[in-house]
T-cell receptor, first 113, second 111 residues
Framework: GEDVEQSLFLSVREGDSSVINCTYT??????LYWYKQEPGAGLQLLTY?????DMKQDQRLTVLLNKKDKHLSLRIADTQTGDSAIYFC?????????????FGSGTRLQVQP | DVKVTQSSRYLVKRTGEKVFLECVQD?????MFWYRQDPGLGLRLIYF???????EKGDIPEGYSVSREKKERFSLILESASTNQTSMYLC??????????FGQGTRLTVV
């Protein structure tokens, strides 16, 4: 079945850029998503990208998609302590019988002052 | 703003109890989902529903059932709670092939 993989942990200093990486196996993925989860909370949609795009920018967030390598990344510019959270990558395949997203296990971002 | 509301933030139940987790969305979304989140395992899909009274099993449906009698409400039922069902449960809703919005989560502890 579909699989989404992320590294478990990333530590950066405040003010630096963070890059969180994700790989997926489903070549028919239509949408790819990034969610943020703060402690004790549900998931908050940060941004998403359609599979025919290779980049999307939204303020401090830049999403890069390499469809050939099935690689997705989230870059956070000028990382702040409030960005400390778990970041989940997710994908939705083209199979209309499967309307749910497949999630990675999450990357914990720790921002050090 | 899309709102997905789960009825409880924290629940403590005894082994063998029947447990109901309720979720309501106010955006007339056709799709609703229940996920379970465990450390190191990410989110795993339990069940989803794409219409009233319609449901489909996800990856880990064993020990769970669901009910969708109205479009805005999707309930997750633990028929006989067990300690291995201690987890964070996340409800979500979405429309068509696009984005999915999550509730704040219910942390269930089965003792």
């Amino acid at each position: 079945g579909e699989d989404v993989e992320q590294s478990l942990f990333l530590s950066v200093r405040e003010g630096d850029s963070s890059v969180i990486n994700c790989t997926y196996t489903d070549s028919s993925s239509t949408y790819l998503y990034w969610y943020k989860q703060e402690p004790g909370a549900g998931l908050q949609l940060l941004t998403y990208i359609f599979s025919n795009m290779d980049m999307k920018q939204d303020q401090r967030l830049t999403v890069l998609l390499n469809k050939k390598d099935k690689h997705l990344s989230l870059r956070i510019a000028d990382t702040q302590t409030g960005d400390s959270a778990i970041y989940f990558c997710a994908e939705r395949g083209a199979d209309t019988g499967r309307r749910a997203l497949t999630f990675g296990s999450g990357t914990r971002l720790q921002v050090q002052p | 703003d899309v709102k997905v509301t789960q009825s409880s933030r924290y629940l403590v139940k005894r082994t063998g109890e029947k447990v109901f987790l309720e979720c309501v969305q106010d955006m007339d979304h056709e799709n609703m989902f229940w996920y379970r989140q465990d450390p190191g395992l990410g989110l795993r899909l339990i069940y989803f529903s794409y219409d009233v009274k319609m449901k489909e099993k996800g990856d880990i449906p064993e020990g769970y059932s669901v009910s969708r009698e109205k479009k805005e409400r999707f309930s997750l039922i633990l028929e006989s709670a067990s300690t291995n069902q201690t987890s964070m449960y996340l409800c979500a809703s979405g429309v068509g092939t696009t984005v999915v919005f999550f509730g704040q989560g219910t942390r269930l502890t089965v003792v």
